[in-house]
């Protein structure tokens, strides 16, 4: 159980174009997801949180309108990468909490390796 | 505030030998802890966690961690090494029943084994 699955796995996309990565908890509902980003050799940095049905909490440093976040429903958020440069070239993680269950595990999706050329 | 650091960045071993991967923390609170493991161009994985219950927690693959507070520390250790155990490994710390979002990550250790 406690399955995340995100797609694509890995895109390549041209200079100023929209990259959208859907991440979804396959056996279980998350009424919380997160979004990590992962440069080479570096470890996970938090970019939001994302609620289902209200607006995401980003950290700071973090863009709103460049990284938009869309939880949609109880099984899938979405993240964005609008007119995407090649400095948003990196690793995109994203994690969900179990709904049923009150601990801080969080559950990880396997990654999107995002090239921008 | 909470904080991990993980002491080595680079550990090798040979296979068979034994595994130790350390990990301190800094917590204000009763923290929770983890241990992740990363296979390249992979997610994450949990290998195990701690949340206040026995102090010596068994995770998957073989791999156990003891927490000791006095020492603020979670080491991770396995007792012989397999090929397969080749990944990075992270060190998380939050506190429990904190709000949502406040897992910190150390900046990982990358475990070699030789054969």
């Known amino acids: 159980g406690a399955v995340v699955s995100q797609h694509p796995s890995w895109v390549i996309c041209k200079s100023g174009t929209s990259v959208k990565i859907e991440c979804r908890s396959l056996?279980?509902?998350?009424?919380?997801m997160f979004w990590y980003r992962q440069f080479p050799k570096q470890s996970l940095m938090l970019m939001a949180t994302?609620?289902?049905?209200?607006?995401?909490?980003?950290e700071q440093g973090v863009e709103k309108d460049k990284f938009l976040i869309n939880h949609a429903s109880l099984t899938l958020s979405t993240l964005t990468v609008t007119s995407a440069h090649p400095e948003d070239s990196s690793f995109y993680i994203c994690?969900?909490?179990?709904?049923?269950?009150?601990?801080?595990?969080?559950?990880f999706g396997p990654g999107t390796r995002l090239t921008v050329l | 505030a909470q904080s991990v650091t993980q002491l080595d960045s680079h550990v090798s071993v040979s296979e068979g030998t034994p595994v130790l991967l350390r990990c301190n923390y800094s917590?204000?609170?009763?923290?929770?802890l983890f241990w992740y493991v990363q296979h390249p161009n992979k997610g994450l994985q949990l290998l195990l966690k701690?949340?206040?219950?026995?102090?010596l927690v068994k995770g998957i693959n073989g791999f156990e961690a003891e927490f000791k507070k006095s020492e603020t520390s979670f080491h991770l250790t396995k007792p012989s090494a397999h090929m397969s155990d080749a990944a990075e490994y992270f060190c998380?710390?939050?506190?429990?029943?904190?709000?949502?979002?406040?897992?910190?990550f150390g900046k990982g250790t990358k475990l070699s084994v030789k054969p």
């Open positions: 994302s609620n289902e049905g209200s607006k995401a909490t980003y």
């Open positions: 994690s969900a909490r179990d709904r049923r269950v009150s601990t801080d595990t969080q559950y």
């Open positions: 917590s204000s609170y009763s923290p929770s």
């Open positions: 998380v710390v939050t506190y429990y029943g904190g709000s949502q979002g406040n897992l910190i």
């Open positions: 701690y949340t206040s219950a026995a102090t």
């Open positions: 056996d279980f509902q998350a009424t919380t």
